[in-house]
């Protein structure tokens, strides 16, 4: 897996750096907030596919307006993700600050704009934790994936699984 940082910053309006790995980027909005965004492998959540999950992160935690220059370079790299690799990637908004599902809803907007054009399946489903709390989990997949639907069933089948826990 690897991302490609001279093919996202021609499509990016902030300026991508890369980090220490060819996995995570980061860049800084015109209001000083820096952002970390890249995909760290995942063997837990669908143990039989290759499955990156999605992480978008205000490294300095500076409050940030709406800013669409911030939607399109998180698109730039999303993008980059499928030009340059076949994997599957997972994207998951947990509880932190009760903002989960406004962000799923963002980024949920954010792809679907941009899910013709790139060829691609998105899947997404609410999980609750243990405190009834709604999560959610989305995959992303090129349709063109040689396993597409194995690995639509892997997902829906860790989905219900979560969804049948026991609560406590």
């Known amino acids: 897996m690897i991302l490609n940082v001279e093919t996202i910053q021609e499509k990016a309006p902030y300026k991508v750096t890369k980090i220490a790995d060819d996995k995570h980027v980061a860049f800084f909005t015109d209001y000083g907030v820096q952002y970390i965004a890249g995909f760290d492998k995942d063997d837990i959540t669908m143990p039989v596919t290759e499955t990156y999950q999605f992480s978008i992160i205000n490294f300095n935690n500076k409050k940030s307006p709406r800013d669409p220059k911030v939607r399109e370079t998180i ?94």
């Open 75 to 168: 698109i730039a790299i999303v993008e980059n993700f499928f030009v340059e690799n076949q994997e599957v990637m997972l994207y998951i908004c947990e509880t932190g600050d009760g903002k989960q599902s406004m962000r799923n809803r963002l980024f949920e907007y954010w792809i679907n704009n941009y899910k013709k054009k790139w060829k691609i399946m998105f899947l997404t489903a609410s999980i609750p934790d243990e405190n009834g709390i709604l999560n959610y989990a989305s995959i992303i997949i090129r349709q063109d994936h040689p396993r597409l639907k194995e690995v639509i069933r892997e997902f829906s089948d860790t989905v219900t699984l979560l969804n049948d826990k026991p609560q406590q």
